[in-house]
């Protein structure tokens, strides 16, 4: 079996950079280059200072201190280090399509395709293409078309590909424990040297029996099947919290009770504001794209209403929030906790905490936002208006609809009217609400989406209190 030297990962992102640190510790002897064409965020990559790493990821500085101009390097000489290497990571971002047909739901494979052409160009000898982007099932069949032109432009059969489909399952938070102890590796591939030469290096690290081999297409379709599972679950608890609010129940003793099935289990069972991240939406919206394509019109509209609930229940939680406030936000100074997707990172991308502010905004109301990771300019980005000049929860003020960052909890709930939190950050669990309820406007309100606050100290503060789910607080 060939013995792999040089490793090449196109795309620096959020998999990218953790997945090739983890294989870089774990296999010292292979070079591995991950390439970019944004030069920033090759740059970033390589800060000295590690704090400054483009993505922060529990565990992850630490490996680049011990890896990084090691056996893992990050360069922006794509085309060289295609030549140079053995196998090729395609780990490039795959968005929802914004124009033409199937805008708004079909993926948008232009950056696949631009490297399936650059590897089909500068490559040598024999090289595996290795899907780790979460792609449309039957998309390896497009790569293998366009790397096998390779072979009739220059007319040379001296180049030969083998294209396998190793999606990654890593969630954004967690990605260093889940890349060092998976609960499988997905391989799919026609070629059996190819996947056991891949299966090798995952072997490094990980048991034999948690590596799943397939064919091609089960293995596209597994990757798109299982986001498609987990924000379902999501969805489906987060119908019930509603359910809760109503009849009261509590979501908490409800996903309990179901949980303790083992047919149904535990995990993922957390009602919150709505999943966001860059791939549940993106991922369910492709299924229904390629429902629809393959003639199941049934089995489209039953994926679709999983985005439906998922858009419901944020705009029900911006609705009882105006709600509450006596059917007016404007001029009010509302304090968000939160803005990144889930805790443990600062990736904000459909954040349920953009599409709530937006609402809020519009209704007038003035957030004071704060967030561990997140900086003012990706807020900025996501609400695409800039942050207001000046104070915003100073005791009276005449603006609507406005916005600033605060870096400390206690600056941000000065004078607020409310406080929604929106991301469960471990610091949201251990506020002193007694201590700072009383730099709040009165009567205020904490509308809890994530159920992380501990209620006696709220009630304890005189504050009124919603919770996710929970009747007693509604
Ligand atoms: P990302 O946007 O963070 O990173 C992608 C990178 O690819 C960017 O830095 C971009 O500049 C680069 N790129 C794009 N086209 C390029 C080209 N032609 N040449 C060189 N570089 C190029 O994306 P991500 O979050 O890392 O996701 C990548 C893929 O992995 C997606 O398909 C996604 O669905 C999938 N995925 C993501 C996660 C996650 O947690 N983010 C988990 C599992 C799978
Ligand atoms: C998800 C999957 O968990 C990964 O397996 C997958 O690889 C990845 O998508 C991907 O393909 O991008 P990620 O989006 O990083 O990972 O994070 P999750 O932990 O899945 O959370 C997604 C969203 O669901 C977050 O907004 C989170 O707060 C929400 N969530 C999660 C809930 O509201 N309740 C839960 O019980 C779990």
């Known amino acids: 079996m060939k013995l792999i030297k040089n490793i090449c990962c196109i795309g620096a992102g959020y998999v990218g950079g953790p997945t090739m640190a983890v294989i870089a510790e774990k296999c010292p002897d292979i070079r591995i280059t991950v390439v970019d064409k944004n030069n920033e965020r090759i740059s970033q990559w390589n800060n000295k200072d590690t704090s400054k790493l483009p993505i922060f990821e529990p565990g992850l500085e630490e490996i680049i201190k011990k890896v990084r101009n090691k056996n893992l390097y990050f360069s922006n000489d794509i085309d060289g280090t295609i030549a140079n290497s053995d196998i090729i990571f395609l780990c490039v971002n795959t968005p929802t399509k914004d124009k033409g047909f199937g805008a708004g739901e079909a993926s948008d494979l232009k950056f696949i395709e631009s490297c399936a052409r650059k590897v089909a160009q500068f490559s040598k000898g024999h090289t595996i293409v290795v899907e780790k982007s979460t792609l449309p099932v039957r998309t390896a069949e497009t790569i293998k078309t366009i790397l096998n032109s390779a072979k009739i432009v220059k007319n040379s059969n001296s180049k030969t590909f083998s294209v396998l489909s190793n999606p990654e399952f890593l969630a954004e938070g967690t990605a260093i424990q889940d890349l060092k102890s998976p609960d499988r590796v997905l391989i799919g591939g026609e070629d059996k040297i190819s996947i056991e030469v891949l299966a090798n290096i995952y072997q490094n690290w990980i048991p034999n029996k948690k590596i799943i081999r397939t064919n091609l297409w089960s293995s596209e379709l597994s990757k798109l099947t299982a986001n498609a599972f987990l924000a379902q679950r999501i969805s489906s608890i987060n119908s019930i919290s509603a359910f809760c609010e109503i009849t009261g129940g509590d979501i908490k003793e409800v996903s309990k009770a179901i949980g303790s099935d083992r047919r149904i289990g535990s995990e993922f069972l957390k009602a919150g504001p709505g999943f966001g991240g860059s791939c549940f939406k993106k991922d369910i919206s492709n299924l229904v794209y390629l429902s629809n394509y393959f003639g199941l019109p049934e089995v489209a509209e039953y994926w679709n209403s999983v985005i439906k609930l998922n858009e419901w229940q944020k705009l029900r939680i911006s609705k009882l929030i105006v709600q509450k406030l006596f059917g007016t936000l404007r001029g009010k100074s509302i304090a968000i906790l939160g803005f990144a997707f889930k805790s443990d990172t600062n990736d904000t991308r459909q954040s349920a905490s953009i599409d709530i502010s937006k609402n809020l905004l519009e209704e007038g109301a003035n957030l004071i936002i704060h967030d561990p990771k997140v900086t003012e300019d990706q807020i900025i980005k996501e609400l695409g208006i800039k942050p207001h000049s000046q104070k915003l929860n100073k005791s009276t003020t005449e603006e609507e609809g406005a916005w600033i960052k605060k870096d400390t909890i206690e600056s941000t709930l000065k004078n607020v009217d409310a406080v929604v939190i929106l991301t469960e950050w471990s610091i949201y669990k251990e ?26 100290e709220i009630k304890k503060a005189n504050l009124n209190l919603w919770v996710i789910g929970d009747a007693e607080y509604n």
Do not use: G, H
């Open 431 to 456: 506020i002193k609400w007694e201590e700072l309820s009383k730099s709040m406007r009165q009567p205020a309100w904490i509308f809890d989406t994530r159920s992380v606050v501990e209620k006696k």
